[in-house]
């Protein structure tokens, strides 16, 4: 059961250009998430997050969107830039209450190639 | 400062075999994690530390998987028997505290079980 799912395995956008990236979740108990940025031969390093009592967190070039009601969220990149080609994964966590111990769902990865 | 560490980069091994895998985390982050990815999926949350303890070992996919966590650092990812279901990156994360903190991780180390 794929509780958390990023639909497009690839998205190919030109250097300044807007770069969407989508995610759907299932579970309504998720009340964290975060964005996963990840180098070939790389671990997945952290980008940004967003908890479920905001719908948008910016931080530079990269915004989070949250829409609770259709459990969907995507991450905008502008100006995309070379370097920002990557596998980029979503991930959620159900922290209610301080329970959560950090256990994160990820969702495929997307691959996403910006041209210069 | 130092990242998290993982050793071998890659394993072959043949099946049947066990393997260890070893995650050095961050100094003095007391939470460590446990991931595998396979080919064309996401991160599939296997165990957690929180210090030496394992409070959940519900994640682990069979008997065959075990873990441990020895100072409050270094842990070991123990296969036995490998299956070449097995055959996945392993990803080891750490983090300050238990919860919501940023998880970082390691470059993970590639298991082919032929």
């Known amino acids: 059961d794929q509780q958390v799912k990023q639909n497009s395995p690839s998205l190919s956008v030109q250097e300044g250009r807007i770069s969407i990236l989508n995610c759907d979740y299932t579970n309504s108990m998720f009340d964290y998430f975060l964005w996963y940025k990840k180098y070939p031969a790389e671990g997945p390093t952290f980008l940004i997050s967003i908890s479920s009592i905001k719908d948008k967190n910016e931080d530079g070039r990269f915004t989070v969107f949250l829409n609770k009601s259709a459990k969907h969220l995507s991450l905008h990149i502008v100006p995309s830039q070379p370097g920002d080609s990557a596998v980029y994964f979503c991930a959620a966590e159900n922290n209610a209450g301080g329970t959560s111990y950090g256990k994160l769902t990820f969702g495929q990865g997307t691959i996403l190639t910006v041209h210069p | 400062g130092a990242g998290v560490s993982q050793s071998p980069s890659n394993k072959v091994t043949e099946k049947g075999k066990d393997v260890e895998l070893r995650c050095d985390p961050i100094?003095?982050?007391?939470?460590l994690y446990w991931y595998r990815q396979r080919l064309g999926q996401g991160l599939e949350f296997l165990i957690y530390?929180?210090?030496?303890?394992?409070?959940?070992k519900s994640g682990l996919p069979s008997d065959r998987f075990s873990a441990e966590r020895t100072g409050e650092s270094v842990s070991t990812l123990t296969i036995q028997r490998t299956q070449q279901e097995d055959s996945a990156v392993y990803l080891c994360?750490?983090?300050?505290?238990?919860?919501?903190?940023?998880?970082?991780f390691g470059p993970g180390t590639r298991l082919t079980v032929l």
């Open positions: 100094s003095g982050h007391t939470a």
């Open positions: 530390f929180q210090g030496n303890s394992a409070p959940d």
């Open positions: 994360a750490s983090s300050l505290e238990i919860y919501t903190d940023t998880q970082y």
